[in-house]
């Protein structure tokens, strides 16, 4: 009897002592709460299949840009749906109220003043390229034959007309406070030679400005929209310009969105060497990607 007890328990022994030595504890096993939260996320991260995004853009160049990069976001299984825009306040209001996912139209320092003013929460997830902002001719066609009093039509936001006035600075046309820097308006002229006389007009009819004012300081999607071409500028921004360097256009979404992957794609596709090679071709210079 007492050795049929004994080998039971020796048997019971080797037995806890097999398990113990093939399937270790648990934890060895089996992944804890915090690895498979982590694990959750990842794949999140990288999942695209099926993913629908809204974005809105300016007509030219931003929406023919996002035209290019549809089929390479498809073969991600993006579907992108693209809503043009002809102004600088519908795409952020929209953006702001979940109609869209994204927009393409605006710079950063324009993105900011405008959640300053207007209460929105939107941020910048990268820089795709930038528009030399160009002084163009109307009624007067040469920048060395200004006349007294001349009238120079700019944007009317505060973040483009201080870009168009630093143009004009670069140009000898006029000089600013330098402590105004990108907040600078025509209030901020320290220096007016010419007695030129600056008209604050809304950004998208500088274009059609032009045949009442000597000149116009136009951003690059609206002259590109326009037919004009930067070679028919008398003046524009050159790439080691403060204006190159500051007002890159960017993707922009709202707060909270800033990680989501097929927003991320999107802004990989759009710097990729085949969307570089589009703008090169396609805008000869009125539009530069950012390198």
């Keep these: 009897m007492k050795k049929r007890v004994f080998a039971l328990l020796l048997g019971t022994v080797l037995a806890v002592g097999a398990l113990a030595g093939c399937g270790g504890t648990p934890s060895d096993s089996t992944p804890t709460e915090d690895q498979q939260t982590t694990d959750d996320q990842q794949e999140a991260e990288n999942k695209t299949e ?15 840009i996002l035209a290019q990069a549809k089929e390479a976001l498809a073969a991600e299984g993006i579907d992108m749906q693209i809503i043009e825009f002809s102004d600088y306040v519908q795409p952020n209001t929209a953006l702001e109220s979940g109609e869209l996912d994204a927009n393409y139209f605006q710079h950063e320092p324009y993105l900011l003043s405008f959640n300053e003013e207007q209460g929105t929460h939107l941020v910048s ?4 390229h930038y528009e030399p902002m160009g002084i163009y001719g109307g009624k007067t066609t040469s920048l060395e034959e200004i006349p007294d009093g001349a009238k120079i039509a700019v944007p009317n936001d505060t973040t483009n007309e201080a870009r168009a006035l630093l143009l004009l600075e670069a140009n000898g046309i006029l000089k600013i406070n330098a402590d105004a820097g990108i907040t600078a308006t025509k209030l901020d002229i320290l220096e ?13 009819q500088l274009p059609r400005s032009l045949q009442d004012v000597d000149f116009a300081v136009i951003n690059g999607n609206y002259a590109v929209g326009a037919g004009l071409s930067v070679n028919d500028a008398l003046a524009k921004e050159e790439k080691d310009s403060l204006g190159a360097q500051t007002y890159p256009n960017i993707i922009a979404v709202k707060e909270g969105s800033e990680s989501r992957p097929e927003l991320q794609k999107l802004v990989d596709t759009l710097r990729s060497d085949e969307i570089k090679d589009f703008i090169a071709e396609k805008y000869q210079g009125a539009v530069e990607p950012i390198e």
């Design 50 to 64: 099926g993913s629908s995004i809204k974005v809105g853009a300016s007509p030219a160049p931003h929406a023919e």
């Design 125 to 128: 997830i990268g820089n795709i």
């Design 192 to 204: 007016n030679p010419h007695n030129v006389d600056i008209i604050e007009v809304e950004a998208a």
